[in-house]
């Protein structure tokens, strides 16, 4: 008996949607469904998002785009952004996992002949702070962005809506003014690293010997070994890519349509947390993964024999010049 009503209710559903798409009140000249019709029923509304369909009315305001209702791609990019929420966050807990693992297994990466009592200068004032804007700006956007994507679900329970609405505005503002900042240091830091940071053959045999961390000896490097020229180039061009997708999105429609401005948030999500990953293992490695490795970001100077180990040729070079470079530690 309910069978047969749920299959009545169905059908008069359906002739209902039929009539009310047919009648001319509901429908466009193309035949679909005009969502300003009196008579317009949510779920036409719902059935007339078939591929290439859209549901658009008319506006008075200057900006046309308002006139769209709803459109596929809408869904398409949700559908688009959702996914890579879950790819990134699978990206920063996947290598924070394998950076515990690393840590559990391998342990601190230590000096194998101890401190010298050396040092040999690593990098000036300049290089520093370049690495420091850069780092600290990273930081900064990286976090209002993971609290843009997973605050609601992760933070406003622990916080309460209050807190949580304070916190997310500071935080928009972080994020679009140390944008400019972080900007820069892309700059900066692509000026001044960039002829360290070719490629050379040698970084293969670095990638062959796990580069010098697993035990098979320590491959020769230049100034930058191969893993460290991963980091830079990934920083370089996903940091440039992230900066340019962000001020398409900071300046809305100003360059593009709204397919480019989806594009560019799906892109600028996506990047973003994918760095993020690749930054916390250059984070670890240094610091508590490599013993010796902050001093060269903190006082520039670091020990000649850690200096041997991880940047044998760079090392070599700048002994061999005459009365600079190395130093006794205080
Ligand atoms: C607390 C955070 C960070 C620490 C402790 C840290 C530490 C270091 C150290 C010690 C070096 C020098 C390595 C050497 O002498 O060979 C370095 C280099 C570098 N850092 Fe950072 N860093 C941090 C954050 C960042 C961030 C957020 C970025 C970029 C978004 C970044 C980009 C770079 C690049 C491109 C280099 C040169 C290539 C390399 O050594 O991998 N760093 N960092």
Redo the contacts with the bound molecule.
Sequence with gaps: MAFVTIRRAAAAAVIAVLCAVAHPSAATAQGSVNPTASSVKEQQLLDALKPDQRLSGRVSIPDPGASSLIQPEGRQFRAERDQNARIGGLAILGMLGLLVLFYVVRGKVRMDGGRSGTTIT??GFVERFT?WL??VS??LLGLTGLNITFGRALVLPLIGPQAFTSLSQAGKFVHIYVSFAFALGILL?FLL?VKDNLPALRDIRWFLQGGGLIGLGHPPADR?NA??KL??WS?VLG?GAIAVTGYILMFPFAWTDIAGMQWASVWHGLIGAVLFAV?LA??YI??VGMEG??D??GSGE?DVNWAKE??SIWTERELGKAGKGAAPAE
Excluded: K, Y
């Design positions: 690593r990098f690495h850069t780092a990273f930081l830091m690293w930058f893993g460290q980091i830079f920083v940091g930054i250059h984070i240094g610091s490795a902050i060269a970001m670091v991880h940047h």
